[in-house]
């Protein structure tokens, strides 16, 4: 079984690999066409053309999950690349690629994002907030609401991500950062993930020798939490 598990991981890694050459030049073609580079657009054309570019982004973040997660089933020694992050940048980043989904949806922000900085891996970070407000905008219905926090309580910074989406049933609130595993309440209109997303986020916090935890927000949807060390011991 361990050795099918090994081929399922190292099949899983190669194809993710060679699909992200194609993927890049077609992201580069959407990219010069909804910036008008090849000539003027009308403006169902310059609707298609962002389409085109949303696609490509979030193909590229599922496949940048299946690779991940082959690392981890793999047991790839994985290293950070430790910096000095502003986690509040990160967010205003990671919110620029959904701001289309939620002004499709009339989502609204609340933001409460202390300038603190951690020290971890800049990629990683980005990985992990990505996938929090990711799933945040699938569930939040029409009109709904996300907050996205960062504080400080003693020696941890944590950011926490809530919406006014349906929640996760108690039950599943573990199993959800399980590989693969999809829980019984699903995004509306919205295409079927893998599956992957938290599990992938769950590692990266602890590669930071931090945490996710996940549970119901004062809205009545679900309250995800990234625990953070202010500083990583020396040895990370």
């Not at 580069?28 to 490509?56: F, H, R, T, Y």
């Not at 891996?121 to 799933?135: A, F, G």
């Not at 907050?147 to 400080?152: C, S, T």
């Amino acid at each position: 079984m361990a050795d099918v598990d090994r081929a399922k991981s190292k099949f899983v890694a190669q194809v993710s690999h060679e699909l992200k050459t194609p993927l890049a030049s077609i992201r580069e073609g959407a990219d010069l066409m909804a910036e008008e580079v090849v000539g003027p657009l009308n403006a169902p054309q310059k609707e298609i053309a962002d389409i085109l570019c949303k696609s490509g982004k979030d193909l590229q973040k599922l496949i940048e999950n299946l690779l991940g997660f082959s690392r981890v089933q793999a047991g790839m020694a994985s290293s950070l690349h430790v910096e000095s992050v502003m986690l509040c940048h990160l967010v205003e980043e990671v919110l620029v690629d959904h701001k289309p989904l939620m002004m499709k949806k009339g989502i609204g922000l609340d933001l409460h994002l202390e300038p603190l900085i951690v020290q971890g891996d800049r990629e990683k970070l980005r990985t992990v907030i990505d996938n929090l407000i990711s799933n945040a905008a699938k569930f939040t219905p029409e009109e709904g609401r996300i907050g996205v926090d960062i504080r400080k309580e003693g020696d941890t910074i944590y950011l926490q991500v809530t919406d006014t989406g349906p929640g996760v049933v108690p039950e599943e609130r573990q199993r959800v950062f399980e590989p693969f595993y999809q829980g019984s309440v699903l995004a509306e209109g919205h295409v079927k993930g893998t599956g992957l997303g938290l599990s992938i986020a769950r590692e990266f916090a602890l590669e930071h020798r931090g945490s996710l935890d996940l549970g119901e927000a004062e809205t009545g949807g679900t309250r995800i939490r990234l625990n953070l060390p202010s500083k990583l011991p020396m040895d990370t």
